[in-house]
């Protein structure tokens, strides 16, 4: 909790009073007063260095000091209103999960084009057309007509 007051504290100092509050609203933190596991990410995030930002803008950070290794690297997704793993593209993915030390644009700029595919989040459960449902599955537009089924029954025997 000292380390909020200090964050707040340094920033006013830098920013000056108004600035600081247009800041606050400007990065979210009003509305994070309604949402706690986003609160918890802008508390998290105080100290923290900003490593990057992808195309759907999504912020990378890592905190080296004060904070227990594998929780030192996490994302704040740019859609604070529904977010889910599958928005992170494939090379900030490896960043986050210790696979590699270099970030998604250092591994962007690497790349040639020809092998870039444009990373697509899954909508699995945001739409009923979005959804796959097997071929047995009843809400299957193209469900099988099991009408056709007949058990098996075994022969009972004639004595």
């Known amino acids: ?4 007051v200090r964050g707040i504290l340094s920033g006013i100092k830098e920013k000056g009073f108004t600035n600081f509050l247009r800041y606050v609203r400007e990065e979210g ?16 995030n105080i100290g923290a260095t900003l490593v990057g930002v992808d ?3 999504n912020k ?6 004060d904070t227990q290794y594998g929780r030192h ?30 970030t998604g644009d250092q591994l962007l700029a690497q790349k040639t084009a020809r092998y870039l595919v444009e ?25 099988r007509d099991w009408t056709r089924y007949q ?3 075994p022969k009972k025997d004639q004595a």
């Not at 909790?1 to 909020?4: R, T």
């Not at 933190?29 to 998290?44: P, R, S």
């Not at 859609?79 to 999960?97: C, M």
């Open 1 to 4: 909790m000292a380390a909020v």
């Open 29 to 44: 933190y009003l509305n994070a007063l309604l949402d706690g596991n986003l609160m918890q990410t802008k508390i998290h």
């Open 55 to 57: 195309k759907f803008g």
């Open 60 to 65: 990378y950070y890592e905190k080296l000091h």
């Open 73 to 102: 690297r996490w994302v704040e997704y740019a859609d604070k209103g529904r977010y889910n793993a599958s928005q992170v593209p494939p090379e900030w993915h490896g960043w986050l999960h210790h696979i590699t030390d270099n």
């Open 119 to 143: 990373h697509k989040q899954n909508y699995s459960g945001e739409g009923e057309e979005l959804i796959y449902h097997s071929k047995g599955h009843a809400l299957n537009p193209g469900q």
């Open 151 to 153: 058990p098996w029954e």
